[in-house]
């Protein structure tokens, strides 16, 4: 029993090698470095790194949980929803309860009715939209192969290694911006919490308001605008972890099932960008077509009749001082 036991553990170990990579060159300066706004912008450089780094364990926790409970690659795609709401509850109680709780006047248990309620509408608008959870989750408990852009990648390969740790990293900011959501939703305005937690040009309550309402209209577009447009060209943006800080990557997947489900606003944004595609080289040699032509009347037509009428105009004021010229000689012999 002794020996099986350590071959797990081994087991386990070498197959959460990435994710302890990714905890290794965690930078202590936590910067997003991208256009896309974040939760996690509010929060002190030190807290955003906690928090990066509690998403992180978690994340190792709940792999190394799942492999004792021995669930199957069967029961996998039903549980991923739900598996992701536990580690969001856990990363967020822990962070919330360090933080949060002691400067606030809610118990624990009250918070953790709170999240009850929260972790649904979280679960709906946040966890399940992040890409590539189910490979990961197979690829860490059952050294599946990954499968990108067409190509397999075998377990313990180096492609499949960082293409894990792509999809971990983007996981884990995903979980730590989660987090973020349920205390600017419930306790963005509640002084001790920024003081805990706010970076210090983020204080004030116009600053706060201010930042959620970015994020309101990044949602928007996002719903609206970006979202369609990723899901017709067949990506999806992930963010990852550099010792500079967040960056993003855009991956290529097969998104023709969510393509066909769109409707509504979502809908006519694919239908749109078509309509631009399909137009715009048409238009391009239209208008290509119609400059040469101005073009050509500019230049061969208009400015050579501009250039007689130079010309003669030139020509004109040379006969007008010859004659001149030829008055003032005769005026002088008369």
């Known amino acids: 029993i002794r020996l099986s036991l350590v071959g797990s553990e081994m087991c386990i170990r070498d197959s959460l090698a990435p994710l302890s990579q990714t905890l290794n060159q965690l930078p202590l300066q936590v910067e997003n470095l991208t256009s896309i706004p974040l939760e996690l912008d509010i929060l002190q450089p030190l807290k955003r790194q906690e928090l990066l780094s509690l998403s992180q364990q978690q994340l190792q926790t709940t792999i190394q949980d799942l492999k004792s409970l021995r669930i199957t690659a069967e029961q996998l795609p039903k549980n991923c929803g739900s598996i992701l709401g536990e580690m969001w509850r856990s990363v967020t109680l822990s962070f919330f ?36 959870i189910e490979p990961l989750f197979h690829h860490l408990l059952f050294d599946d192969p990954l499968t990108v852009n067409q190509k397999i990648y075998p377990a313990n390969s180096p492609e499949a290694d960082q293409y894990c740790e792509l999809y971990a990293q983007n996981l884990i900011i995903q979980i730590a911006n989660a987090t973020m959501v349920f205390i600017l939703n419930y306790f963005a305005n509640h002084e001790a919490i920024k003081i805990a937690l706010y970076e210090k040009s983020m204080l004030s309550s116009r600053q706060v308001a201010k930042f959620r309402n ?35 990557t855009q991956l290529y997947a097969p998104r023709q099932r969510e393509l066909e489900s769109l409707k509504a606003v979502p809908w006519l944004v694919t239908i749109v960008l078509e309509f631009r595609d399909a137009l715009s080289p048409r238009l391009r040699s239209v208008i290509e077509f119609v400059g040469n032509g101005l073009v050509f009347v500019l230049t061969q037509v208009v400015g050579r009749a501009i250039g007689l009428i130079g010309k003669g105009i030139i020509q004109g004021i040379g006969n007008t001082w010859q004659e001149s010229r030829y008055g003032d000689r005769r005026s002088q012999q008369k």
Request: hydrophobic share 35%.
């Open 214 to 248: 970015d994020l309101a209209w990044y949602y928007q577009l996002s719903r609206y605008w970006l979202t369609p447009k990723q899901i017709f060209e067949s990506q999806f943006t992930l963010f990852y972890l550099t010792p500079q800080g967040i960056l993003q």
């Open 97 to 132: 309860g360090k933080y949060c709780q002691p400067k606030s006047e809610f118990t624990l248990d009250q918070i953790q009715d709170l999240l009850e309620v929260y972790q649904p509408i979280i679960r709906a608008e946040k966890l399940e939209k992040i890409p590539f």
